[in-house]
């Protein structure tokens, strides 16, 4: 974190009490410090091991929108890498979440039930830096950094889990009737796009 990370966040939750989480802009880098580079022909951020990771900061603006079910839906279909986990939360919002679910994903679930709760705040200043190296967890599973955009074949379970917490979420929130579909919407879009084992298994039970 940059040294005024915490003095940032604190600042605008302080300023705005309708603000849930203030999360500042962040720099994938290397081990070694250095910052990923951008490969036009990959179309992502490459690491120091060839690992393709998404282009920070992600382009999901909506998060900062009065209207629950635009952050709702800004969660599910613009934030892959899920880094506004890491910025400042408020305690009263966090405690009514279900506190980061013990399964890969989980921290997508918090984040969608955050959305429901109130706006968040993304400052424009690069103050966290996320590095990224095999010894992290998302290296270790399978195919790795894949899960972000959903072609990994080997994660059905996680990602059942992840659009159950997403639904549960919309349902549990007090929102009207239409908001609800959207959400569901959402989470309807979220499963077709992005998980493929699960777009599979859709389409088998349409048939």
Same mark, same amino acid.
């Given at each position: 974190? @940059?040294? %005024?990370?915490?003095?940032?966040?604190?600042r605008v939750l302080n300023a705005n009490e309708a603000v849930?989480?203030?999360?500042? @802009?962040?720099? !994938?880098?290397? %081990?070694?410090? $250095?910052?990923l580079r951008y490969s036009t022909q990959k179309k992502g951020m490459v690491?120091?091991?060839?690992?393709?990771w998404p282009v920070t900061p992600e382009k999901n603006a !909506?998060?900062?929108? @009065?209207?629950?079910?635009?952050?709702? $839906? %800004?969660? #599910? #279909?613009?934030?892959?890498? @899920? #880094?506004e986990i890491y910025g400042l939360i408020r305690r009263s919002a966090l405690e009514r979440? $279900?506190?980061?679910?013990?399964?890969?994903?989980?921290?997508k679930i918090v984040l969608a039930q955050l959305s429901l709760i109130g706006r968040y705040h993304l400052l $424009?200043?690069? !103050?966290?830096?996320?590095?990224?190296?095999?010894g992290q967890f998302s290296?270790?599973?399978?195919?790795?950094?894949?899960w972000f955009s959903g072609k990994n074949n080997h994660m059905f379970v996680d990602q059942l889990r992840v659009l159950?917490?997403?639904t549960r979420a919309a349902l549990s929130a007090k929102l009207t009737l239409g908001q609800q579909c959207r959400c569901i919407s959402a989470i309807w879009q979220r499963a077709v796009t992005r998980g493929k084992p699960l777009r599979r298994l859709f389409i088998a039970v349409v048939e």
């Open positions: 974190m @940059a040294p %005024e990370f915490i003095q940032e966040c604190v849930v989480m203030c999360s500042p @802009a962040t720099v !994938l880098i290397n %081990e070694d410090g $250095s910052p690491d120091n091991y060839g690992r393709v !909506l998060l900062m929108s @009065a209207d629950p079910t635009d952050r709702y $839906s %800004e969660v #599910l #279909l613009k934030t892959f890498m @899920a #880094l979440t $279900s506190v980061m679910p013990s399964y890969f994903g989980g921290d $424009s200043e690069p !103050l966290f830096y996320r590095r990224c190296h095999p290296y270790q599973r399978s195919d790795g950094p894949t159950v917490g997403y």
